[in-house]
């Protein structure tokens, strides 16, 4: 028979072992490693080279009888988070690097080639704070520092790795698998009366045009 005192220590080593915490939740860089490793392939693949995406934002909203809207948008982002995106008459034109606002957060984030990669420079900070259920699944929660929970907190599939919701109102959805790395297709933008669907349809290398 084990005594006790065998047995505070094998639990003590389980509890320390790298990759969990001492709340027994994973620690912050095994979540993101493993979350890098399944969308963003192998780190000597990452380049700065332009990527270009062609999509639509759908609109469905509970009281627009004319059901969804569409409109199309055309991005070119780069891994070290330049981005220029064009929207009807919204033109986003981000030279990277911090200061963001908004949702330039997130769209920003979203469209960068090495998104799974560059977590923690759109959400610095991040500490592992609980392990929660949503939708019936298991999700583990990274905080960022000096960012509000309800529009930048982290939600890690537990089952999957994977990061499905940013805040309580940002999906990311319709993952497909390219050259072996899964990306979301969709970002959706739950809010009251429904939601917007940013939906890529189309990527292409493309180049930036430079500042004026």
């Given at each position: 028979?084990?005594?006790?005192k065998?047995?505070?220590?094998?639990?003590?080593?389980?509890?320390?072992?790298?990759?969990?915490?001492?709340?027994?939740?994973?620690?912050?860089?095994?979540?993101?490693?493993?979350?890098?490793?399944?969308?963003?392939?192998?780190?000597?693949?990452?380049?700065?080279?332009?990527?270009?995406?062609?999509?639509?934002?759908?609109?469905?909203?509970?009281?627009?009888?004319?059901?969804?809207?569409?409109?199309?948008?055309?991005?070119?982002?780069?891994?070290?988070?330049?981005?220029?995106?064009?929207?009807?008459?919204?033109?986003?034109?981000?030279?990277?690097?911090?200061?963001?606002?908004?949702?330039?957060?997130?769209?920003?984030?979203?469209?960068?080639?090495?998104?799974a990669?560059?977590?923690?420079?759109?959400?610095?900070?991040?500490?592992?704070?609980?392990?929660?259920?949503?939708?019936?699944?298991?999700?583990?929660?990274?905080?960022?520092?000096?960012l509000?929970?309800?529009?930048?907190?982290?939600?890690?599939?537990?089952?999957?790795?994977?990061?499905t919701?940013?805040?309580?109102?940002?999906?990311?959805?319709?993952?497909?698998?390219?050259?072996?790395?899964?990306?979301?297709?969709?970002?959706?933008?739950?809010?009251?009366?429904?939601?917007?669907?940013?939906?890529?349809?189309?990527?292409?290398?493309?180049?930036?045009?430079?500042?004026?």
């Amino acid at each position: 028979m084990i005594s006790i005192k065998t047995t505070a220590r094998i639990l003590t080593i389980l509890v320390l072992m790298p990759g969990i915490s001492a709340g027994g939740l994973p620690a912050k860089q095994e979540v993101l490693k493993r979350f890098a490793a399944l969308a963003g392939g192998p780190e000597a693949q990452v380049t700065n080279a332009p990527q270009g995406y062609f999509g639509f934002s759908v609109d469905h909203l509970s009281w627009d009888e004319k059901g969804p809207s569409l409109e199309a948008f055309l991005a070119l982002a780069t891994a070290d988070g330049r981005l220029r995106m064009i929207q009807g008459d919204r033109v986003v034109n981000r030279p990277g690097g911090p200061g963001f606002q908004g949702g330039d957060r997130l769209l920003s984030w979203w469209l960068n080639p090495a998104f799974a990669r560059e977590v923690e420079t759109y959400f610095p900070g991040l500490r592992v704070r609980e392990r929660v259920r949503w939708q019936g699944r298991w999700k583990v929660l990274l905080v960022p520092q000096g960012l509000p929970v309800d529009t930048c907190g982290l939600y890690f599939d537990e089952e999957s790795g994977l990061l499905t919701h940013v805040g309580f109102h940002a999906e990311l959805m319709d993952w497909q698998e390219k050259d072996g790395i899964l990306r979301p297709r969709t970002l959706r933008i739950n809010r009251k009366g429904g939601h917007t669907d940013f939906q890529i349809v189309e990527e292409f290398s493309g180049s930036l045009p430079h500042d004026p």
